[in-house]
T-cell receptor, first 117, second 113 residues
């Protein structure tokens, strides 16, 4: 079946430009997460969406980062005025948790590799 | 802050041998643990998970052990195959964290022919 998809797979941009990264979660999954993975490192949590609730933005590194999720499905992560330190792989994950009970498995997309020159 | 970390950054094993990848965590409130496998250029792939009310859980060729006393997690891979070569991450979460995962830095497993 279809997994989490992300686009573009690679993005090269110049310092100071804005970028938008897209995530299509698994159909029916109510929870969506964005993570960032720097070279050779583990994943760093950025933001979490659950249904129609207000997103948990506690992991966003600065106000240049924002994300939205339209219609409870597709999500877009926007980075404004990109800096070289924003270069990383941005990963999206989704899970089927309903908001109660225990955690459900997060399934990851292939990621978007962002390079800021 | 509390974090999840791995004991060894690299591990090389002979094909057919068993592999053991270790992970230490420091957040005593963590109640859910996951192992992910990540191949080059791909997103993390779920391997196996375990809740804090369990000590052991087995999957196909993989076993996860949880020792809450010393806050230690391990992943055992039986009869390691070349396709098992990848970076392995442990991750933890607790119900009070919106279920966001905290990842360790990863262990590179290399299977030797």
């Amino acid at each position: 079946g279809a997994g989490v998809s992300q686009s573009p797979s690679n993005k090269v941009t110049e310092k100071g430009k804005d970028v938008e990264l897209r995530c299509d979660p698994i159909s029916g999954h109510t929870a969506l997460y964005w993570y960032r993975q720097s070279l050779g490192q583990g994943l760093e949590f950025l933001i979490y969406f659950q249904g129609n609730s207000a997103p948990d933005k506690s992991g966003l590194p600065s106000d240049r980062f924002s994300a939205e999720r339209t219609g409870g499905s597709v999500s877009t992560l926007t980075i404004q005025r990109t800096q070289q330190e924003d270069s990383a792989v941005y990963l999206c994950a989704s899970s089927s948790q309903s908001g109660g009970g225990g955690p459900d498995t997060q399934y990851f997309g292939p990621g978007t590799r962002l390079t800021v020159l | 802050g509390e974090s999840v970390g791995l004991h060894l950054p690299t591990l090389s094993v002979q094909e057919g041998d068993n592999s053991i990848i270790n992970c230490a965590y420091s957040n005593s409130a963590s109640d859910y643990f996951i192992w992910y496998k990540q191949e080059s250029g791909k997103g993390p792939q779920f391997i196996i998970d375990i809740r804090s009310n369990m000590d052991k859980r087995q999957g196909q060729r993989v076993t996860v052990l949880l020792n809450k006393t010393v806050k230690h997690l391990s992943l055992q891979i039986a009869a390691t195959q070349p396709g098992d070569s990848a970076v392995y991450f442990c991750a933890e979460s607790y119900s009070g964290s919106a279920r966001q995962l905290t990842f360790g830095s990863g262990t590179q497993l290399t299977v030797l022919p």
